[in-house]
């Protein structure tokens, strides 16, 4: 582990209390113009995640339906009632969005895929840089608001989805998490910055970073389809500039859950 994630894995808990949890849940409601662009709005809005923090699983609970949920695992999304039945499945969801473009609407599972690659990355950040297949190397750093952020370069091993296999991390003076960059592969390459806004303390660590400088810029970059209400839940994280695809924004509460999954 080089110096920076070291510093950085510290800031946010230790490696040590990220271990003794095997779940996460998140409360979210999840909006924005690419879901209307997409003919899918609403359809992240009042969900519950659960993760596995160790290898890839999300679940999005209800699912468009009650007593349904989305399932989320490497090579394959499903949608199944809550006793497991499995209702419907794709393989290789990635492959679906061979020749798209913009305007080409997505089906249920064109949206679980996206979202559950996605927030499986930004729930397990900056942990998951340190699980096996992991390459990361501290870059130039970053210079914003009259605070020098240092730069993690990350390599993603190639059975982990996400957005694309490079992506950068920027970490604050105080070693949390201020800016996370990435392209979409699936979106044709689209750019896209998650930034940290708000502080969130689960059981005795912080998990997401406060930048209070960064509030009002972020106000103003809102396009009409995201939103900055929600504060009172927890946390907002800000998905901008995706080359078109307009602002997202996603209000999450978390909790942590010791024990197996």
Not at 145 to 151: A, D, L
Request: aromatic letters at 12%; hydrophobic letters at 40%; proline letters at 6%.
């Amino acid at each position: 582990m080089n110096d920076l994630l070291a510093f950085a894995i510290d800031a946010h808990g230790g490696l040590d209390r990220w271990n003794t949890f095997t779940r996460l849940k998140a409360e979210v409601s999840i909006d924005g113009a690419i879901w209307h662009v997409k003919q899918q709005p609403g359809v992240l809005k009042d969900k519950v995640l659960e993760i596995d923090t160790h290898k890839q699983l999300l679940t999005i609970t209800p699912f468009l339906a009650p007593g349904q949920r989305s399932v989320f695992v490497p090579g394959r999304m499903s949608l199944e009632t809550l006793d497991g039945e499995v209702l419907d499945s794709r393989g290789d969801p990635e492959a679906a969005y061979a020749g798209h473009v913009q305007e080409t609407p997505w089906d249920k599972f064109h949206v679980t895929y996206f979202a559950s690659e996605a927030l499986w990355t930004y729930l397990t950040s900056p942990f998951l840089y340190t699980y096996p297949g992991f390459e990361s190397e501290e870059i130039e750093p970053w210079h914003e608001n009259g605070e020098e952020w240092r730069r993690l370069k990350v390599t993603f091993p190639t059975h982990i989805h996400s957005h694309t296999r490079t992506q950068i991390t920027h970490f604050g003076p105080d070693g949390l998490m201020r800016r996370h960059d990435y392209t979409v592969d699936i979106l044709g390459g689209a750019s896209g910055a998650v930034i940290a806004t708000l502080g969130i303390f689960i059981p005795s660590f912080i998990f997401v970073a406060a930048s209070r400088p960064l509030i009002p810029r972020i106000r103003r970059s809102l396009a009409a389809g995201a939103f900055l209400d929600g504060v009172n839940v927890g946390a907002l994280a800000l998905l901008a500039g995706l080359s078109g695809y307009a602002d997202y924004a996603a209000r999450v509460r978390y909790r942590l859950v010791p024990g197996l999954w």
